[in-house]
Each structure stands twice: as C-alpha cells, then as structure tokens.
Nanobody
Framework: QVQVRESGGGLVQAGGSLRLSCYVS????????MGWFRQGPGKEREFVAA????????YVAGSVKGRFTISRDNAKNTVYLQMSSLKPEDTAVYYC?????????????????WGQGTQVTVSS
C-alpha cells in the first residue's frame, strides 16, 4: 500500500523560505515520478513542480520558476520542494503526488497517489 506523507509546511513572512518534504512508502521509490501541486483559497488546484524517477528531469511552473526547486533523495524515499522568496500568493495547501510512471509531467491525471496536503501560509 502506497502512502504519501508531506511535512514542513507552516507560517512564513514574505521573502522567506521553507522546505517541504514528502516521504513515500509501499514500493520502490526510484521507479516513479513525483510532483507537487497546490490549491490556494478560492483557487483551482495548480501544478507546481515535478521530477522524474531518476531525478534527471524536472519541471517547474512558470509562476514559481527561479524561486522553487524540486529534488529527491531516492535512498531516503523522499522528495523535497525548496521554496524561497515566498509571496503571499504562494499561500496554499501543498500536495505531494506520485505517478505510476517514471516520467514526470504537469498533468494532475498523471499522478495516482496524493498526500493529505500541508498548509503553507505566507504573510505580507
């Protein structure tokens, strides 16, 4: 049984940084792409970043490019989202996702397993 568990959310001032972590158990972690999505208050869910199973390929949404970085440690079954220069509009629940495929993508339908989400709040 695959379990996806995020951590690291919290309250931060604008301009600050946070690192989200996501630990996955239940199957061979390195075989599968990982990603992050978010949903802000009153907004639709949106893609944030994704990384292939090997870690060789990453995608980052234009809205966070240059500020957010996705990485993974396959030895630790963990994917990270390093967020810097945070803005109030980054306030959202952040969801970690895992695909059944090794290739990364930005479509939510590409991902089969979703975590419960972790709240990130950026104050102005």
């Amino acid at each position: 049984q695959v379990q996806v568990r995020e951590s690291g959310g919290g309250l931060v001032q604008a301009g600050g940084s946070l690192r989200l972590s996501c630990y996955v158990s239940g199957r061979t972690f390195s075989n599968y792409a990982m990603g992050w999505f978010r949903q802000g208050p009153g907004k639709e869910r949106e893609f944030v970043a994704a990384i292939s199973g090997s870690g060789d390929t990453t995608y980052v949404a234009g809205s966070v490019k240059g500020r957010f970085t996705i990485s993974r440690d396959n030895a630790k079954n963990t994917v990270y989202l390093q967020m810097s220069s945070l803005k109030p509009e980054d306030t959202a629940v952040y969801y970690c996702v895992q695909s059944n495929e090794a290739a990364a993508a930005s479509r939510p339908g590409h991902y089969n397993y979703w975590g419960q989400g972790t709240q990130v709040t950026v104050s102005s």
